[in-house]
């Protein structure tokens, strides 16, 4: 139950894992917050909440497999089992992924098959679709592919505009991760193929 969060960026989704455990509706240790920015704000957050942290900078590395296989290490070192991504930028290696099988979990701000990549909420917004949402799913050697574990849609409003559904997809993630995680790290996920199911 010894987890670690990947981060690159503001850390919103960081700071409701931290809220969950801090009241126990997530029950897990947050053994590492790994991030590959160093202004990233998420790494602050993380050093407020005296969580432990690893910055890793993508430029000493000759090739991302390096760059894993050192994060790998430090992973090892601290006896983390599962891996968290959130809003973290880079894609992972084929063997990071395969070390760690369904034991990668992503969130993602679209509907998944949708508006994969990094400007999902861009895109929904730019494409005009009525319904856009929020998908958490585990990762696998495909970028925002692996099987699915939650989704949850967001209907796009009369008056709305491209920052207030970018806040309510947000407030969305901020509930539906600190729950998937938690199942995850307590073995209630049963992947089937593309199937996941939460297991009692
Ligand atoms: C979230 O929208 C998440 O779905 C995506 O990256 C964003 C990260 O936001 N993968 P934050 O850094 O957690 O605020």
């Given at each position: 139950m010894n987890f670690a969060v990947f981060v690159s960026g503001y850390g919103s989704n960081l700071q409701a894992i931290i809220h969950a455990l801090n009241r126990g509706q997530l029950k897990g240790t947050l053994g590492l917050v790994v991030c590959d920015?160093?202004?990233?704000h998420a790494l602050k957050r993380a050093e407020k909440a005296s969580l432990k942290t690893l910055f890793i900078d993508?430029?000493?590395?000759?090739n991302p497999q390096s760059f894993d296989r050192e994060v790998i290490i430090h992973l090892k070192e601290e006896k983390i089992e599962y891996i968290v991504l959130a809003g973290f930028m880079r894609i992972l290696s084929p063997h990071f992924v395969r070390t760690y099988k369904n034991r990668i979990i992503n969130i993602h701000?679209?509907?998944?098959?949708?508006?994969?990549?990094?400007?999902a909420i861009d895109e929904a917004w730019a494409q005009g679709v009525k319904v856009t949402g929020v998908t958490v799913h585990l990762v696998d050697e495909?970028?925002?592919?692996?099987?699915?574990i939650f989704q949850k849609a967001v209907g796009i409003r009369p008056h709305e505009t491209r920052e207030s559904l970018e806040a309510r997809i947000h407030q969305v993630e901020h509930v539906l991760y600190p729950r998937a995680i938690d199942l995850l790290i307590h073995g209630r996920l049963k992947v089937v193929g593309r199937k996941v199911a939460v297991v009692s």
């Amino acid at each position: 139950m010894n987890f670690a969060v990947f981060v690159s960026g503001y850390g919103s989704n960081l700071q409701a894992i931290i809220h969950a455990l801090n009241r126990g509706q997530l029950k897990g240790t947050l053994g590492l917050v790994v991030c590959d920015r160093r202004d990233a704000h998420a790494l602050k957050r993380a050093e407020k909440a005296s969580l432990k942290t690893l910055f890793i900078d993508p430029q000493k590395y000759a090739n991302p497999q390096s760059f894993d296989r050192e994060v790998i290490i430090h992973l090892k070192e601290e006896k983390i089992e599962y891996i968290v991504l959130a809003g973290f930028m880079r894609i992972l290696s084929p063997h990071f992924v395969r070390t760690y099988k369904n034991r990668i979990i992503n969130i993602h701000p679209s509907l998944l098959p949708s508006f994969r990549g990094a400007h999902a909420i861009d895109e929904a917004w730019a494409q005009g679709v009525k319904v856009t949402g929020v998908t958490v799913h585990l990762v696998d050697e495909k970028i925002d592919h692996g099987p699915i574990i939650f989704q949850k849609a967001v209907g796009i409003r009369p008056h709305e505009t491209r920052e207030s559904l970018e806040a309510r997809i947000h407030q969305v993630e901020h509930v539906l991760y600190p729950r998937a995680i938690d199942l995850l790290i307590h073995g209630r996920l049963k992947v089937v193929g593309r199937k996941v199911a939460v297991v009692s």
